[in-house]
């Protein structure tokens, strides 16, 4: 059973690939668990051993499709959880990343999967993430694309956010977005790329900065086109 650590390893690699498979420098890797290049270059050699990722040195790392599928296991237990604590314990969004950081360790294929099937078999969690299934691939979701590339003048729901770290989401808090919140977009400063906004619940019209408008993603309020999330699409 893999540790602790090695869980924490394989899951930032798998953010890390953003989707693409690509090999990632093991200084991204050590900055994104917080360790120092030298110890994760010794975890990579630990992780080469066990089969779980290709490291060549000066070129990078990246998983093997069995290392893969271990860090979509754990990524689909974090989601879950946080799924969980916010449908079920009255947890905000931005209260449970840290709390499904440590639940997500409980390596229990029938906990995870009766805990998939009490929620009811959700795509999403509450950052708007898709969840992987018990087959490591992602359940499909409506198609959605960001706020910062949306068209002007057409009724727009958020449906998720980017890289949600906690003050990002206390942020949007403040300006009284969450997941649901209906808008359209007014008018485009191509300066900053900017946006004025409307919220349907105001006629009042809102300024949102561009870091707020490329971490949203939003969709047409009316019904859109299912899509399939590949099975390496980078997580959150």
């Known amino acids: 059973m893999p540790t602790v650590s090695v869980e924490n390893y394989l899951k930032a690699i798998l953010h890390l690939q953003d989707g693409d498979g690509d090999r ?9 668990v917080g360790a120092t290049p030298a110890s994760t270059s010794a975890m990579m ?10 490291h060549e040195r ?6 093997t499709e069995k290392g893969q ?37 409980v390596d229990s294929v029938e906990l995870t999967n009766r805990l998939d099937a009490f929620l009811g078999f959700p795509k999403l969690d509450p950052h708007g993430d898709a969840i992987p299934g018990p087959n490591g691939r992602f359940r499909s979701v409506a198609a959605r694309t960001l706020l910062a590339e949306a068209p002007r003048n057409l ?8 890289d949600g ?19 359209t977009v007014i008018e ?9 906004v409307r919220f ?37």
């Open 155 to 162: 009724d727009l729901v958020v449906v998720g956010v980017v």
């Open 24 to 32: 990632v420098s093991t200084t991204a890797v050590a900055e994104k």
């Open 69 to 105: 599928r271990l860090a979509m296991d754990i990524l689909r237990r974090h989601r879950l959880w946080e799924r969980f604590l916010v449908d079920h314990l009255g947890f905000e969004w931005d209260q449970v990343h840290e709390i499904a950081e440590e639940l997500e360790h």
């Open 165 to 183: 770290g906690d003050a990002f989401l206390r942020h949007l808090g403040v300006l009284g977005i969450e997941l649901g919140s209906r808008l």
């Open 200 to 236: 349907d619940n105001s006629e009042e019209q809102q300024l949102l900065a561009p870091g707020v408008c490329e971490r949203l993603w939003v969709d047409q309020s009316n019904p859109s086109p299912v899509i399939v999330f590949p099975e390496s699409e980078s997580p959150n």
């Open 188 to 196: 485009r400063h191509a300066f900053d790329g900017s946006l004025v």
């Open 58 to 63: 000066y070129y990078g790392v990246r998983l």
């Open 45 to 54: 050699t630990r992780l080469g051993d066990r089969g779980w990722v290709e």
